[in-house]
């Protein structure tokens, strides 16, 4: 299981999400909050629970791959 942050950022009022899963809902709300401020069309955020395996991980602020790479 992971959290996957998702966003609406158009007049769809549709949620949409990329292929980033954290393995926290708390990393989870800290990215997609995060990614609220830099991008100015979003109108809405949520975190879900998803099957899918964790792909990234919050350390001090970062966004890193599960290899330690920044994204």
């Known amino acids: 299981m992971s959290f996957k942050p998702e966003v609406i950022a158009d007049h769809t009022g ?28 979003v109108r809405d955020t949520r975190v879900v629970e998803s099957d899918d395996p964790v792909t990234h991980r919050m350390v001090a602020g970062r966004v890193l791959d599960l290899n330690g790479e920044i994204l």
């Open 14 to 41: 549709m949620f949409f999400g990329n292929g980033l899963r954290f393995a926290t809902h708390n990393e989870a709300q800290v990215y997609v909050a995060d990614l609220a401020l830099r991008w100015t069309a």
